[in-house]
């Protein structure tokens, strides 16, 4: 099999395409209005198309006939490949890709109470994290992930719900800004993948030692291995989700210690707390 045989889709997405078209217009427009830099412009591009290969090649082929290359495949796609492009900062980028009447209806909109709902929904400290954990976990159910695997609907919401919640999640862990303006304190961008870390590595550890074929839906689809069983099949892929998924989210933790660092070496840490008290003994002086 050539490479161009690898490249062709195993299950044709006219949507995906256009997504992708789009978003790749918005960053190239957007990066010659600012001074991008080089890194992050490879960042994104290494990135973004890395995400196609993994949604839209025979990588599904492989991924819905061996578990360990489903469980790498996800690994891509919700934790590397979305650090991987929200390391570019792409949101102001391709912002300034858009045409100027759109950015202006995009601003109106944003401060409109629609838009601020939508914009505290996808950028909730809370929330967002929890969503990060949620669609990793509920696709390693024995029944949602027998279903996502005979159902190519429920299995693309199934790839772009790892997605989009990657995006989300590292948005916030790796913003540098002091809160406000960002979402998430600096503290908490520490503490969060350590929280969200633990229960993948419980379940990527008890993937690793089962007893039983938890996924016989593998065997039903014809494993593209043959010479793995399925509990090596499951051990390699418990493996891949308890330690390579651990290391990433190690490397969000040393970045936001590091934005810790920087913040505090800057004096913004103490500033912002001074800030949050300075309005919090207003508000109780104009209450009582």
Same mark, same amino acid.
């Given at each position: 099999?050539n490479?161009?045989?690898?490249?062709?889709?195993?299950?044709? $997405?006219?949507?995906?395409?256009?997504? +992708?078209?789009?978003?790749?217009?918005?960053?190239?427009?957007?990066?010659?209005? #600012?001074?991008?830099?080089?890194?992050?412009?490879?960042?994104?591009?290494?990135?973004?198309?890395?995400?196609?290969? %993994?949604? #839209?090649?025979?990588?599904?082929? @492989?991924?819905?006939?061996?578990?360990?290359?489903?469980?790498?495949?996800?690994? +891509?796609? #919700?934790?590397?490949?979305?650090?991987?492009?929200?390391?570019? @900062?792409?949101?102001?980028?391709?912002?300034?890709?858009?045409?100027?009447?759109?950015?202006?209806?995009?601003?109106?909109?944003?401060c409109?109470?629609?838009? *601020?709902?939508?914009? %505290?929904?996808?950028?909730?400290?809370?929330?967002?994290?929890?969503?990060?954990?949620?669609?990793?976990?509920?696709? *390693?159910?024995?029944?949602?992930?027998?279903?996502?695997?005979?159902?190519?609907?429920?299995?693309?919401?199934? %790839?772009w719900?790892?997605?989009? !919640?990657? *995006?989300?999640?590292?948005?916030?862990?790796? /913003?540098?800004?002091?809160?406000?303006?960002?979402?998430m304190?600096?503290?908490?961008?520490?503490?969060?993948?350590?929280?969200?870390?633990?229960?993948?590595?419980?379940?990527?550890? @008890?993937?690793? +030692?089962?007893?039983? /074929?938890?996924?016989?839906?593998? /065997?039903?689809?014809?494993?593209?291995?043959? !010479?793995?069983?399925?509990?090596?099949?499951?051990?390699?892929?418990?493996?891949?989700?308890?330690?390579?998924?651990?290391?990433?989210?190690t490397?969000?933790?040393?970045?936001?210690?590091?934005?810790?660092?920087?913040?505090s070496?800057?004096?913004?840490?103490?500033? /912002?707390?001074?800030?949050?008290?300075?309005?919090?003994?207003?508000?109780?002086?104009? $209450?009582?």
């Amino acid at each position: 099999m050539n490479w161009l045989e690898w490249l062709t889709p195993w299950e044709f $997405s006219p949507t995906l395409i256009v997504t +992708f078209v789009i978003c790749g217009v918005l960053f190239w427009r957007g990066s010659r209005v #600012h001074a991008v830099q080089k890194s992050r412009q490879w960042l994104f591009w290494i990135g973004f198309i890395a995400l196609y290969l %993994n949604l #839209h090649t025979l990588v599904d082929y @492989y991924s819905e006939r061996m578990f360990f290359i489903h469980r790498i495949q996800h690994l +891509f796609l #919700h934790h590397l490949l979305p650090l991987l492009i929200m390391l570019s @900062y792409p949101g102001q980028v391709m912002r300034a890709g858009l045409p100027l009447a759109w950015r202006r209806r995009w601003r109106d909109f944003l401060c409109t109470p629609t838009g *601020l709902r939508v914009k %505290n929904t996808f950028t909730h400290p809370v929330l967002v994290p929890f969503l990060f954990v949620f669609f990793v976990l509920v696709w *390693l159910l024995p029944i949602p992930q027998f279903y996502s695997m005979i159902d190519w609907r429920l299995y693309r919401f199934m %790839n772009w719900s790892v997605v989009i !919640s990657g *995006l989300m999640y590292w948005n916030l862990i790796l /913003d540098r800004r002091p809160a406000p303006p960002a979402r998430m304190r600096p503290w908490g961008r520490v503490v969060s993948p350590l929280i969200t870390m633990a229960p993948q590595i419980v379940v990527g550890a @008890y993937i690793t +030692f089962a007893t039983q /074929d938890l996924y016989p839906i593998f /065997d039903l689809c014809g494993r593209a291995i043959p !010479s793995f069983d399925a509990l090596k099949d499951q051990a390699v892929g418990g493996l891949v989700m308890w330690v390579a998924a651990g290391l990433v989210e190690t490397f969000g933790i040393a970045y936001a210690l590091a934005t810790v660092v920087r913040l505090s070496a800057k004096g913004r840490l103490q500033s /912002d707390l001074v800030q949050r008290l300075g309005l919090s003994t207003q508000k109780t002086t104009l $209450s009582s």
